[in-house]
């Protein structure tokens, strides 16, 4: 079973990037799937959410109104859109499984 996370780099304040994560070893759309980060020097955080069961998602408070996750079927991935960026979401961003968790991405809000 792994998880990887892809799509960071370097954007500026107010840009906007999409992250995939793709799994293999299991069917991505048999699970509730999460996003988390871990920015230098702090704890990890959740970011978000989505359900097996009807696609319903959750957002911590910090991304609430700036990012959407979504299912891609087709290409078996999870999305997690992030727009109108802060410097402040600068972190390394997992995508998580229950307790398991994939590689990150780097994620840097910079001008």
């Known amino acids: 079973v792994q998880l990887q996370a892809s799509g960071g780099g370097l954007v500026q304040p107010g840009g906007s990037l999409r992250l995939s994560c793709a799994g293999s070893?299991?069917?991505?759309?048999?699970?509730?799937i999460g996003w988390l980060r871990q920015a230098p020097g702090k704890e990890r955080e959740g970011v978000g959410c989505?359900?097996?069961?009807?696609?319903?998602?959750a957002f911590a408070d910090s991304g609430k109104g700036r990012f959407t996750i979504a299912r891609d079927n087709a290409k078996r991935t999870v999305v997690l859109e992030m727009n109108n960026l802060k410097p402040e979401d600068t972190a390394v961003y997992y995508c998580?499984?229950?307790?398991?968790r994939g590689q990150g991405t780097l994620v840097t809000v910079s001008s």
């Open positions: 070893g299991f069917s991505l759309e048999d699970y509730n």
């Open positions: 998580a499984k229950g307790n398991s």
């Open positions: 989505i359900s097996s069961s009807d696609g319903t998602v």
